[in-house]
């Protein structure tokens, strides 16, 4: 059991848990970027709208996640080419956010619950639930996969494997 549990805490539980707390700053860092532009802090404008405000923050907190998750949670498993990677990065943050958006647009207009209360459930509850572990294994499986060839563990690999085949040459021409 204690073999299982080490495997499971090595490829998955650890990454899981760093990626909420990234999450979670995300989270915060796009309710409180939205709020305070829909405040109308900075005056009129294309970013003081609800879309508008909404596009800013979720920009601001997905370039935020994806420091986080590159630094911290998968740190081991970045890749040489960040532009590709934060491209990969983003393309999925988008698909998470129609996931959640495709949640609640089927319990609002489809099923007809249309209270703020069922909009919370199904965009905020069960969206977010749904969105955030289609994100979590894409990033851990593809963005930040430790098999990505341009990956720094890759990298480290091909090295190391380098470095093996190097030595038995050199010591087999010292003989």
């Given at each position: 059991?204690?073999?299982?549990?080490n495997y499971?805490?090595?490829?998955?539980?650890?990454?899981?848990?760093?990626?909420?707390?990234?999450?979670?700053?995300?989270?915060?860092?796009?309710?409180?970027?939205?709020?305070?532009?829909?405040?109308?802090?900075?005056?009129?404008?294309?970013?003081?709208?609800?879309?508008?405000?909404?596009?800013?923050?979720?920009?601001?907190?997905?370039?935020?996640?994806?420091?986080?998750?590159?630094?911290?949670?998968?740190?081991?498993?970045?890749?040489?080419?960040?532009?590709?990677?934060?491209?990969?990065?983003?393309?999925?943050?988008v698909i998470?956010?129609?996931?959640?958006?495709?949640?609640?647009?089927?319990?609002?207009?489809?099923?007809?619950?249309?209270?703020?209360?069922?909009?919370?459930?199904?965009?905020?509850?069960?969206?977010?639930?749904?969105?955030?572990?289609?994100?979590?294994?894409?990033?851990?499986?593809?963005?930040?996969?430790?098999?990505?060839?341009?990956?720094?563990?890759?990298?480290?690999?091909?090295?190391?494997?380098?470095?093996?085949?190097?030595?038995?040459?050199?010591?087999?021409s010292s003989?």
């Amino acid at each position: 059991m204690k073999k299982i549990w080490n495997y499971l805490w090595e490829r998955l539980v650890r990454y899981a848990l760093k990626f909420g707390v990234v999450g979670l700053i995300g989270y915060f860092i796009d309710f409180g970027i939205s709020n305070f532009l829909w405040s109308g802090a900075l005056g009129d404008g294309w970013y003081e709208t609800p879309l508008g405000g909404k596009l800013i923050s979720v920009t601001v907190a997905t370039l935020a996640t994806w420091f986080g998750n590159r630094y911290w949670t998968f740190r081991d498993h970045r890749r040489k080419n960040f532009v590709l990677e934060l491209a990969e990065f983003s393309l999925i943050a988008v698909i998470g956010l129609g996931i959640s958006l495709a949640c609640l647009y089927v319990s609002h207009y489809l099923f007809g619950l249309t209270s703020l209360l069922a909009d919370n459930i199904s965009g905020n509850v069960i969206g977010l639930v749904l969105a955030t572990a289609f994100r979590f294994f894409l990033y851990r499986f593809w963005v930040f996969a430790p098999t990505r060839a341009d990956g720094y563990t890759a990298l480290k690999n091909k090295e190391a494997a380098a470095a093996e085949a190097a030595q038995p040459a050199a010591a087999s021409s010292s003989t």
